[in-house]
């Protein structure tokens, strides 16, 4: 697994530690620590712009199954950080795909792309809908996802697209919507600022499901999605921002009024992004099982906990 010190790399360690008994070799960036630790995990340091890191890494434990969730992964940040952006989810993505051709390793791969490769529209999104990204971010989603076909096409190697819709849940960092909130209410109710949310834009609306969730769709693709081919991986429901924040008010320990800060908002928000899963349901039989309100609770929880 790279990227496996992230937010959705320690979800997917405890679901694989939960349901397989294979080895799990996790890579993480030189110089930092995981989010968790796991029981029977080799966490191994892979700096993943070094192309002979990668391959050298890759000699030593030929893998079976990659989880690659290495990137870089906020669409608002991407517009400031273009260069990092592409240098991160693109050519990291091009110098895995190319040690595995290098040493001959045909893996199934799956990798992480994003409903923000689509282009908008005002109804559920299918997999055939138009890619036409808006963002430096969906570019490079684009360019990652072209990588892997090819990949596929062309070399062999079995690389799964999972376009993942927005997925939240504990140990995510606050620089998205969800966390940040759940933070601000902790904080508040520690009395470390005042009793006002500060938010972005509240009028978008949302395909919002559990991280957890959606690592077990990761887990259901690696076992039967069909390589080269994108599928959605969503709740298939339509979420405003204005209805979360409210539903996690409701949940905070004191009163709570709100504020808007335009230095939240996007240089270009999509009104809606709500996805079709009905491709990876058919293929996997997976479906979305945790309800809103219990990750509300648990995301406030762990935000709660923290020192």
């Given amino acids: 697994m790279t990227g496996a010190a992230g937010f959705v790399g320690s979800h997917l360690l405890e679901l694989l530690e939960q349901h397989s008994d294979d080895d799990i070799i996790a890579w993480l960036?030189?110089?930092?620590?995981?989010?968790?630790?796991?029981?029977?995990?080799?966490w191994l340091g892979v700096e993943m712009h070094d192309r002979e890191a990668i391959a050298a890494a890759l000699a030593s434990a030929p893998p079976s199954?990659?989880?690659?969730?290495?990137?870089?992964?906020?669409v608002g940040d991407s517009w400031g950080y273009v260069h990092e952006t592409f240098a991160g989810n693109v050519l990291?993505?091009?110098?895995?795909?190319?040690?595995?051709?290098?040493?001959?390793?045909?893996?199934?791969?799956?990798?992480?792309?994003?409903?923000?490769?689509?282009?908008?529209?005002?109804?559920?999104?299918?997999?055939?809908d138009t890619v036409r990204p808006n963002s430096p971010y969906g570019t490079s989603k684009v360019a990652q996802?072209?990588?892997?076909?090819?990949?596929?096409?062309?070399?062999?190697?079995?690389?799964?697209?999972?376009?993942?819709?927005n997925h939240v849940g504990p140990r995510q960092s606050p620089?998205?919507?969800?966390s940040?909130?759940?933070?601000?209410?902790?904080?508040?109710?520690?009395?470390?600022?005042p009793a006002t949310l500060q938010m972005g834009n509240m009028d978008s609306q949302r395909d919002i499901m559990d991280v957890r969730d959606t690592v077990r769709a990761y887990h259901a693709m690696m076992a039967s999605a069909t390589p080269g081919q994108p599928y959605n991986v969503c709740s298939g429901r339509p979420l405003p921002i204005r209805e979360l924040v409210d539903l996690m008010r409701s949940k905070a320990r004191v009163p709570i009024t709100?504020?808007?800060?335009?230095a939240r908002f996007r240089p270009i928000d999509t009104p809606l992004v709500l996805g079709d899963h009905g491709r990876l349901t058919k293929d996997t039989g997976w479906t979305p099982s945790i309800p809103l309100e219990k990750t509300v609770e648990d995301l406030l929880s762990s935000w709660r906990q923290r020192p």
């Fill in 29 to 42: 960036r030189p110089g930092t620590e995981p989010l968790v630790a796991g029981r029977r995990v080799m």
């Fill in 65 to 74: 199954q990659i989880y690659h969730l290495a990137g870089v992964p906020h």
């Fill in 92 to 128: 990291c993505t091009h110098h895995l795909f190319a040690a595995l051709r290098e040493l001959q390793l045909s893996p199934r791969v799956l990798v992480t792309s994003t409903a923000f490769v689509y282009q908008p529209q005002a109804r559920a999104i299918v997999e055939s």
């Fill in 145 to 165: 996802e072209m990588i892997s076909v090819r990949a596929w096409q062309d070399d062999g190697i079995p690389a799964l697209i999972a376009r993942s819709f």
């Fill in 175 to 178: 620089a998205f919507v969800a």
């Fill in 180 to 193: 940040s909130i759940a933070k601000q209410i902790a904080e508040i109710e520690a009395g470390q600022r």
């Fill in 258 to 262: 709100v504020e808007q800060d335009p």
